[in-house]
Each structure stands twice: as structure tokens, then as C-alpha cells.
């Protein structure tokens, strides 16, 4: 750690926690599926590339780490790749490990439309001379492997390994992002790439081995992932703690879901991930829930949803409930639930997701030097 970095430490230590915080701040953009259904395409989408989101963490099926086409993705951040640096929108995704962004060297329509990354451009990149692919329900993307200076957060993370990417999943096209900065473990990471926080810790750039997420209730501002700390005006009351059940995606344990005090799915416990990356909560048993909310098939009467019960969660003995207004997708065309089937045809048929429907009512904070999640109401 250089002299710089340990005099900013011993400053932040006799400052407000606040004031030292790492952010990053999440711009919110219109979806793909917003996109579609204004210009009357979204059936003609979805039936073209089916969402498999449950694929996206089902090694066994495709082989290393996943992506699937989730057309309800809105939160993106900018980072910057390269020297002189060139700049990409990224979804921060904990439920993956690699960073990688399109390329020059990319011949897919699907880079067409999205910044690309010119390694003859960059005085600082060094290839790593091997390949990489990451999978998707729908097609899959494959590129190479190389170091390069990355600036994420005010911060500058040097020698960091990533992916740029030569050939994409048509589906890719209609993405808003460019690319995908993953925030799962390492262990996860295609090739052993050694993730983007874990060369942050190592590199001494942030003080401690945790980073939050908080997800606005406002429309436009104010969501950010805070690398090192978190930030207590985000939450109301007490942050508890809950143990992580496998040390590869942020994967917990939870006791049932109910509604109306009646369980109407994950009966006896099941196992659940915390994923950014996925825009709804998806599982095997949606159906249930559906139904016991008034929501049969999924749609809902936008004139109704006043009058909708409360999904409750229950994960290591504590209660988080969503409201209707949180669970509900509202578009000037329909409302809809946001549960989700998992679409995975038996395969990881016990596994749920809990994705940003559940993320704007509660901040995260995702925490690997004690191997837990800390979840507290939003303000």
C-alpha cells in the first residue's frame, strides 16, 4: 500500500464513515422490454429469445458462468477501460464473476450499436494470449483475455484481467449495457480471472471486503453499489446479518414464503440468491404466489393493486415483505407480476432468485470477510 493510500485510510478513520465512501453511482435506463412493447415488438421478442433465467447459474448444464436475456434490466454504471481511458456502461452483476466488454475486433451485429474496446489504442493493455466464453440460454459470447488499467468508482485498478469480446448472442443487440462487471467469487470467474473487488482489496484501494447496493425508489437518481463500507442514511433500523450457504454466488437459505400468513411456497426452506443481475424475483412455485396475490397468469388489474397483500420472506428466522407497489411492474401498457417462473424444466428446480423487485425495498450489503449478507428496510 503506498503512502498516499494509508494517509487517506488514517483520514477516513477520523471523518464520518460517509464521507469516505467508494461510490458508484447506477444510472436507471428504459428496458429493452419498455423499448419493445412501445413499438409494439415484445411478443415477437420474447418468443425469439426465451428467458431462461435460472440457466444463468446452472454450471451443469452449459459449463462456466452464465447469462440469459433479462429484457428488465434497467441499472448500469460507467467505468472506464484502457490509457487514454474509453468508457462503458456495465451492469454490476452479483450473480456473475467476469468483467468483460464488446471489442473492435468483434464482428457481430450485436457490437454494432455499443462502445468497443480498441486494444491498439490503449498504451497500458497486454494480452493474456488465451480465450474466453461465457454461455447464454439463448447463444453465447467469446473473445480474449487481456490486462489493462480500469477506473470504476474514482478508482484506479491496474493489471486488472477482463474480457473483450469478438463474437455475441444476437440478443445482445438490444441490451442497453455494453458489457458486464461481475461481483460473485472468484471462484465463480471464467479462466480463474481474479475479479474486479478482489484486486480492489488486494490492491489496497478500498478499507474493508464488503460493498453495498442500494436501489433508488427514485426513478432517475440517486442508486449506487458503495465498494468498502455502506451508507446508514440509505436504511431504517438494524442491519441483520444472514449467512451465506455457499461461497460462490451470494447464496443464502430461506425458511418460506408466505401471504396472508400462509405459506404458499418454499415450504420446509429453500435456497435463494441475492443477484443484481437479474431484474425480478424468479422461482419454481411463482404460480402459488401469483395466485394467492391476485395475480393468475401473472397479470395483474392495475386498478387493484391497492388492495394486494403483502409476499413475505422469511431468511434465517427474520420477516422482509414487498408490498404490492414494490412487486408489481407497472407500464403505461399493463401491470404484471414480478415473480417469475424459473423456465428451467426441472433443472435447479428448488433454486429462487431474488433480484432487484426485492432489492429496491431492501439495502444489501454484500459482505465476504464474514462470508454474509446484510439486509435492512430502505428509508
Known amino acids: 500500500m503506498n503512502s498516499n493510500m494509508k494517509v487517506a485510510i488514517v483520514l477516513c478513520a477520523l471523518v464520518a464513515l460517509s464521507h469516505c465512501l467508494v461510490r458508484m453511482p447506477l444510472i436507471k435506463h428504459k428496458s429493452v422490454r419498455a423499448t419493445m412493447e412501445e413499438r409494439g415488438e415484445w411478443e415477437q421478442f420474447r418468443r425469439r429469445f426465451p428467458y431462461n433465467p435460472i440457466g444463468k447459474f446452472d454450471s451443469n448444464v452449459f459449463g462456466g458462468e452464465q447469462m440469459t436475456n433479462d429484457a428488465d434490466l434497467e441499472y448500469y454504471g460507467v467505468i472506464s477501460l484502457g490509457t487514454p481511458p474509453q468508457s462503458f456502461k456495465v451492469v454490476f452483476d452479483t450473480g456473475s464473476a467476469n468483467l468483460w466488454v464488446p471489442s473492435t475486433l468483434c464482428s457481430s451485429p450485436a457490437c454494432g450499436n455499443h462502445q468497443k474496446f480498441d486494444p491498439y489504442k490503449s498504451s497500458t493493455f497486454v494480452s493474456a494470449g488465451k480465450g474466453l466464453t461465457i454461455q447464454y440460454g439463448t447463444g453465447y459470447m467469446s473473445g480474449s483475455l487481456g490486462w489493462d488499467t480500469l477506473q470504476v468508482a474514482g478508482l484506479t485498478v491496474t493489471k486488472q484481467e477482463f474480457g473483450f469480446s469478438q463474437t455475441e448472442a444476437p440478443f445482445m443487440f438490444y441490451m442497453q449495457a455494453d458489457g458486464i462487471l461481475g461481483l460473485a467469487y472468484g471462484s465463480m470467474a471464467v479462466e480463474g480471472v481474479p475479479t474486479v473487488f478482489d484486486n480492489m482489496v488486494q490492491q ?42 455457499s461461497e460462490t454466488y451470494w447464496q443464502i437459505k430461506m425458511d418460506s414464503i408466505t ?57 434465517n428466522g427474520y420477516t422482509f415483505s414487498l408490498p404490492a407497489s ?27 432468485i431474488l433480484g432487484d423487485v426485492f432489492i429496491r425495498e431492501y439495502y444489501v450489503i454484500f459482505n465476504k470477510r464474514d462470508n454474509n449478507l446484510g439486509i435492512a428496510a430502505l428509508r
Open 204 to 245: 489496497g484501494l478500498i478499507q474493508n471486503d464488503y460493498f453495498s447496493v442500494y436501489l433508488s425508489r427514485s426513478p432517475d437518481t440517486g442508486s449506487e453499489v458503495v465498494f468498502g463500507g455502506y451508507d446508514a442514511e440509505h436504511y431504517n433500523g438494524n442491519l441483520v446479518w444472514i449467512p451465506l450457504s
Open 259 to 315: 401471504v396472508n400468513g400462509q405459506v404458499v411456497a418454499c415450504n420446509g426452506g429453500c435456497q435463494a440468491i441475492v443477484d443484481t443481475g437479474t431484474s425480478m424475483i424468479v422461482g419454481p412455485e411463482v404460480t402459488s404466489i401469483n395466485n394467492a396475490v391476485g395475480a393468475p397468469n401473472g397479470q395483474v388489474s392495475c386498478s387493484n393493486i391497492a388492495n394486494m397483500p403483502e409476499v413475505t420472506f422469511t431468511i
Open 326 to 352: 414494490t412487486y408489481v411492474r407497472q407500464t403505461q401498457y399493463s401491470c404484471s407480476s414480478g415473480f417469475v417462473n424459473d423456465f428451467s424444466n426441472g433443472v435447479g428446480s428448488s433454486l429462487w
